[in-house]
């Protein structure tokens, strides 16, 4: 490898059953502030990026019962997500995962929300992380 594929923390992503209230939450707790908020119908969820630093505290939460957040909220209850890291080139990230025998969610790059190009990587082969790779 001659240079790291992962460049920053993106974000972490929390799993919250109601928004609002989580979002109080970071504000009153912390002072935190929303820095962009969009629901994400083809994803089935609806999220809240809180700053820090360079990085994002992405709260998200379901907009349908199919929704996998959903699904996740239902097995094991709110907590963290998954985890996104930066980098130069989605595709190239994606390429390494598939290279070293990964497994991927989105074989291909795909829109991701504030106009980021993102590919989910399976956390199975990933010891149990549910990994974003955050394109700007
Ligand atoms: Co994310």
């Known amino acids: ?3 790291p594929l992962l460049t920053e923390i993106d974000h972490v992503a929390i799993a919250v059953p109601d928004l609002d209230a989580a979002v109080t939450y970071y ?16 994803d089935g969820v609806e999220e809240a990026l809180l700053k820090v630093a360079d990085s994002y505290i992405q709260l998200l939460t379901p907009t349908s ?3 996998p957040v959903a699904g996740y909220l239902e097995k094991k209850g709110p907590g963290i997500h998954h985890v996104g890291y930066r980098v130069v080139d989605c595709a190239e990230a994606l390429q390494s995962v598939k290279d070293h025998g990964g ?4 074989q291909v790059p795909r829109p991701g929300s504030r106009g980021t190009t993102v590919a989910f ?3 199975r082969g990933a010891f149990g992380t549910l990994i974003e790779l955050v394109q700007e």
């Open 1 to 3: 490898m001659t240079r």
């Open 65 to 67: 019962e199919s929704s």
């Open 121 to 123: 990587v399976h956390p």
């Open 27 to 42: 504000e009153e707790t912390f002072g935190a502030t929303v820095a962009h908020r969009e629901r994400i119908d083809s």
């Open 103 to 106: 497994q991927v969610i989105d």
